[in-house]
C-alpha cells in the first residue's frame, strides 16, 4: 500500500478508501473500452439509454454507478461485468 492510501485510510477509513478505489477502477475501465471500441460519452450514453452526462461523471469519478447502470454500460458496450477476488466471477450481459 502507498504511504498516501495508508494515510487516506487513516483519515477516511479503510472501507471508504477501498469504495473509492474500486469505483475509480470502474471509472477508468468503462473510459477505455468506450475509447477501443471508438465511441464518444454521447454515443454511449444513447447505447445505454443514459443522459451524457450520467456517462461523464461516472468516468470523471463523480458518480457511483448503480448496478442497473453499470448493467446498461455493459450492454451498450458489449463487455461482461466482472467482480474479482480471490476467485473470479463474472455476470455475461450480452
Known amino acids: 500500500m502507498s504511504n498516501f492510501t495508508v494515510r487516506a485510510s487513516q483519515i477516511l477509513g479503510e472501507d471508504r478508501v477501498r469504495q473509492l ?10 473510459k ?8 464518444s460519452q454521447e454515443q454511449l450514453a444513447d447505447l445505454a439509454g443514459l443522459p451524457k452526462s450520467t456517462i461523464g ?16 454500460i455493459a450492454r451498450a458496450l458489449k463487455a ?5 477476488g480471490s476467485e473470479s ?3 455475461s450481459h450480452n
Open 21 to 30: 478505489q474500486a469505483e475509480g477502477s470502474i471509472a477508468a475501465q468503462i
Open 32 to 39: 477505455a473500452v468506450r475509447k477501443r471500441i471508438g465511441l
Open 57 to 72: 461523471r461516472i468516468e470523471a469519478g463523480l458518480n457511483s454507478p448503480s448496478v442497473n447502470t453499470l448493467t446498461k
Open 80 to 84: 461482461d461485468l466482472v467482480i474479482q
Open 89 to 91: 466471477s463474472s455476470l
